[in-house]
């Protein structure tokens, strides 16, 4: 993966490699090549580097002065330049039903975020905000009501998960970009997280447990074949028409349903991973006979994947889920024809697990 040759650039990175000055201040976000240039650059030996990686990246300090093995004045010197990046949970709440715990996270620069912790029988898994907010305008989706604020930065998306394993001590296993935020609009910092947290001196979390969710972005889509990772690729499809899906998502206006469903090809053939759709079931919307017979025949011929999920009603849209029995009906058209189904377990319906949702109720007031 390289993380300095692309050229979609946004506010914290440059397209150009000169990336420890457009990362700033932000040690989280450094790997540890940057990192150990970054202390031959401050006269320091580079294996400080490793040490140093190491305490922020296994042993998740959350301060310079818990690094033991650092001398006080490296400390010193390293926080007069770098800011050391911690969120801080100021509403966690647990699920009664299955242990689901959503936390809402404030950024150093006062901005709140969610990410949410699932404790599944094959181990835990965090989901995780890509950005404040959300410019792509889905209909159904609380989290793009105000627009998008900013990007999130490699070491915010990193926290959020650190954060989540100092607080429960317990082991993440699978990572789930799917938070607030549309993590193919922030692809420079995704990627670069991606890598961080995957890294062998890291986390070490196996690509293959981590899942990017995306709207359709279909150039990115492509973009992020080209990377050939062994990420799992999630499409919010939630429609088999061009134009059942513009009425739900803004960015089928930009590119049809055959363009996507090529570039989810185009995935399969350069990383030979399954493509997951997600499919959220409105009712009298999207829910009928003839939807799932259309979306069947639409990506009929990939390798692929559909998760149905009830949609989880959001008060200021004013959608209404589909019944049990629609779901099972819609779920049996897919199966006769052949289509891998699965209907997603709701996690935390209690405690506002739908995107969004808690960080709004928050800033209302309640
Ligand atoms: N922007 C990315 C990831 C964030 S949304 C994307 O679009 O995939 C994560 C998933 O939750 C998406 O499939 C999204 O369509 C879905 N979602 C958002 N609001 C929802 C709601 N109210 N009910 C059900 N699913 C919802």
Redesign the pocket.
């Known amino acids: 993966m390289n993380i300095t040759e692309n050229d979609h650039t946004n506010d914290y990175t440059s397209a150009n490699g000169h990336t420890i000055e457009a990362y700033g201040r932000d040690i989280k976000s450094l790997t540890l090549d940057e990192l150990k240039a970054a202390m031959e650059a401050m006269g320091e030996k580079t294996f400080r580097a490793r040490q140093m990686y190491e305490w922020l990246h296994r042993k998740l300090a959350t301060d310079y002065t818990q690094m033991s093995n650092i001398p006080q004045t490296l400390a010193g010197r390293c926080r007069e330049r770098y800011d050391l990046t911690v969120l801080d949970a100021v509403r966690v709440q647990e699920s009664a039903l299955d242990g689901t715990r959503k936390y809402l996270f404030r950024l150093p620069d006062g901005n709140l975020i969610e990410s949410v912790l699932m404790r599944y029988r094959h181990g835990n898994s965090v989901c995780v905000s890509?950005q404040v907010g959300?410019r792509?305008g889905?209909r159904?989706?609380?989290?793009t009501l105000d627009g998008l604020e900013r990007n999130l930065l490699p070491s915010e998306m990193l926290e959020q998960i650190y954060s989540i394993i100092r607080d429960t001590g317990e082991r993440v296993s699978n990572v789930v970009?799917?938070?607030?935020?549309?993590?193919l609009d922030n692809y420079d910092n995704l990627l670069r997280f991606i890598m961080l947290l995957t890294d062998d001196d890291g986390l070490h979390i196996s690509q293959r447990n981590v899942t990017v969710?995306?709207?359709g972005i279909v150039p990115m889509i492509r973009a992020l074949a080209d990377e050939k990772l062994q990420i799992t690729l999630?499409?919010?499809l939630?429609a088999a028409t061009d134009d059942k899906r513009r009425q739900l998502m803004p960015v089928a206006n930009s590119y049809s349903l055959r363009e996507l469903i090529d570039a989810c090809g185009y995935y399969f053939e350069q990383t030979g991973r399954r493509i997951t759709f997600?499919y959220?079931l409105v009712k009298g919307v999207n829910d009928s006979g003839e939807d799932a017979a259309k979306l069947a025949s639409l990506i009929g011929r990939l390798n692929c994947h559909v998760n149905l999920?009830?949609?989880?009603?959001?008060r200021e849209?004013g959608?209404v889920q589909s019944d049990r029995y629609a779901v099972e009906a819609f779920k049996d058209r897919l199966e006769k024809k052949g289509v891998n189904v699965t209907v997603r377990r709701e996690m935390g319906r209690d405690i506002d697990g739908?995107?969004?949702q808690l960080r709004r109720r928050y800033m209302s007031g309640n």
Request: some cysteine; glycine content about 8%; charged content about 10%.
């Open positions: 890509s959300c792509m889905c159904f989706c609380a989290s970009v799917m938070g607030s935020g549309e993590p969710s995306t709207c999630a499409i919010s939630h997600e959220s999920i009830p949609v989880n009603p959001v849209r959608y739908a995107c969004g």
